[in-house]
């Protein structure tokens, strides 16, 4: 079965990096496309990112672009998000979630239990 | 930028009753609109893809319908796990850019 395990979240200062990782197995990882996905507390879901199945095309939401990478790792089946120049705005529950196409699809099959992000000083 | 609008956004209703929600998008986004069902603490879940397919696994009270930019979630009967927060969520054209409805939670009456 799916699985997504998402690892990297923390509490971080303003202005600072952090990294996240989504392991992901029970699927051929290096197929499909990849997304993160985002909550901040009490709130809706907000898309941040996605990449295709080999890392060569990659888009992003406006509000992290420039800021955001996404990243990932096929030999390691493990998806990276790195987060620079971190902003209270940016605090949120991340999730990575599965693109059922190579490319990018028009939905997300399966999801992480995502892993939470607090920008604080 | 494509926005998605969700009515209501709280639906108190019963168990065995029927629940009716609602998307619309600023302009046309064809047929590409997914449903997702996320309970509190929990990741969201795939219901609907492609305006009126249901996910694998999801049970047939499940249905979807509506193309352009008028779409429905029917429920038809509540059970006790229905309850829940329900987004739609939507793909641009080019460059693909997704964004989600604002939900409609859906509660006990």
């Known amino acids: 079965q799916v699985q997504l395990v998402e690892s990297g979240g923390g509490v971080v200062q303003p202005e600072k990096s952090l990294r996240l990782s989504c392991a992901a197995s029970g699927f051929t990882f290096s197929s499909f496309g990849m997304h993160w996905v985002r909550q901040a507390p009490g709130k809706g879901l907000e898309w941040v990112a996605v990449?295709?199945?080999?890392?060569?095309?990659?888009y992003y939401a406006d509000s992290v672009k420039g800021r955001f990478t996404i990243s990932r790792d096929n030999s390691k089946n493990t998806l990276y998000l790195q987060m620079n120049s971190l902003r209270a705005e940016d605090t949120a529950v991340y999730f990575c979630?599965?693109?059922?196409?190579?490319?990018?699809?028009?939905?997300?099959?399966?999801w992480g239990q995502g892993t939470l992000v607090t920008v604080s000083s | 930028e494509i926005v998605l609008t969700q009515s209501p956004a709280t639906l108190s209703l019963s168990p065995g009753e029927r629940a009716t929600l609602s998307c619309r998008a600023s302009?046309?986004?064809?047929?590409?609109l997914a449903w997702y069902q996320q309970k509190p603490g929990q990741a969201p879940r795939l219901l609907i893809y492609?305006?009126?397919n249901r996910a694998t696994g999801i049970p047939a009270r499940f249905s979807g319908s509506g193309s352009g930019t008028d779409f429905t979630l029917t429920i038809s009967s509540l059970e006790p796990e229905d309850f829940a927060v329900y987004y739609c969520q939507q793909r641009s054209n080019w460059p693909p850019l997704f964004t989600f409805g604002p939900g409609t939670k859906v509660d006990i009456k």
């Open positions: 990449i295709s199945y080999d890392g060569s095309n990659k």
């Open positions: 302009q046309s986004v064809r047929s590409y």
């Open positions: 979630a599965k693109d059922p196409t190579a490319l990018t699809g028009y939905y997300m099959d399966y």
């Open positions: 492609d305006a009126s």
